[in-house]
T-cell receptor
Framework: AQSVSQHNHHVILSEAASLELGCNYS??????LFWYVQYPGQHLQLLLK??????LVKGIKGFEAEFIKSKFSFNLRKPSVQWSDTAEYFC???????????FGGGTRVLVKP | EAQVTQNPRYLITVTGKKLTVTCSQN?????MSWYRQDPGLGLRQIYY???????DKGDVPEGYKVSRKEKRNFPLILESPSPNQTSLYFC????????????FGSGTQLSVL
């Protein structure tokens, strides 16, 4: 069975700081990887996804993520955060050709103005 | 406007009183799914449906039922709710499969007393 771990539960940053959120998954086969974001009071939205090809994926709002197959990781990064990036971020994995999308426990990010 | 609509937004009920949370999508999506979100546990999949009359269990199906009689609707049924089902519930859909972008509803906050 696939599983996802997000090691940071809470992150507090100041504006303009760099952000990196860790995501590790366990599954031996080919996977599709996602980052979703949930802004306060809103539903989840897709930030970016990786299926194949270039392991460095660029998403919306200046976010990017790097797939490192040897480390089973898919960390999310943003070079300079803004107050509006305050949200909860979820990593998710789907075994290729599978029908289940498994989410990590989420990381709450608070960006102080 | 393309959307996933859940109702109600908030629901307070008592143990054992049957309830239904509705979910409807207007995008002609084939794949629909229900998740519950609990602090520190992220989103956990309850049930999913690949198409009309095709449903399958997710990771936490106990105590829940679903049906998919029409493509657009995917109600979640709690026959005899218990306090451990107090949670935030999200319905989601995608065109065909879980390796595609999921569109989420706004969520239903359920409290079982």
């Amino acid at each position: 069975a696939q599983s996802v771990s997000q090691h940071n539960h809470h992150v507090i940053l100041s504006e303009a700081a760099s952000l990196e959120l860790g995501c590790n998954y366990s599954y031996g086969g080919t996977v599709n990887l996602f980052w979703y974001v949930q802004y306060p009071g809103q539903h989840l939205q897709l930030l970016l996804k990786y299926f194949s090809g270039d392991p460095l994926v660029k998403g919306i709002k200046g976010f990017e993520a790097e797939f490192i197959k040897s480390k089973f990781s898919f960390n999310l990064r943003k070079p300079s955060v803004q107050w509006s990036d305050t949200a909860e971020y979820f990593c998710a994995v789907n075994a290729a050709a599978g029908n289940k999308l498994t989410f990590g426990g989420g990381t709450r990010v608070l960006v102080k103005p | 406007e393309a959307q996933v609509t859940q109702n109600p937004r908030y629901l307070i009920t008592v143990t054992g009183k049957k309830l239904t949370v509705t979910c409807s999508q207007n995008m002609n999506h084939e794949y629909m799914s229900w998740y519950r979100q609990d602090p520190g546990l992220g989103l956990r999949q309850i049930y999913y449906s690949m198409n009309v009359e095709v449903t399958d269990k997710g990771d936490v199906p106990e105590g829940y039922k679903v049906s998919r009689k029409e493509k657009r609707n995917f109600p979640l049924i709690l026959e005899s709710p218990s306090p451990n089902q107090t949670s935030l519930y999200f319905c989601a859909s995608s065109f065909l499969r879980t390796d595609e972008k999921l569109f989420f509803g706004s969520g239903t906050q359920l409290s079982v007393l």
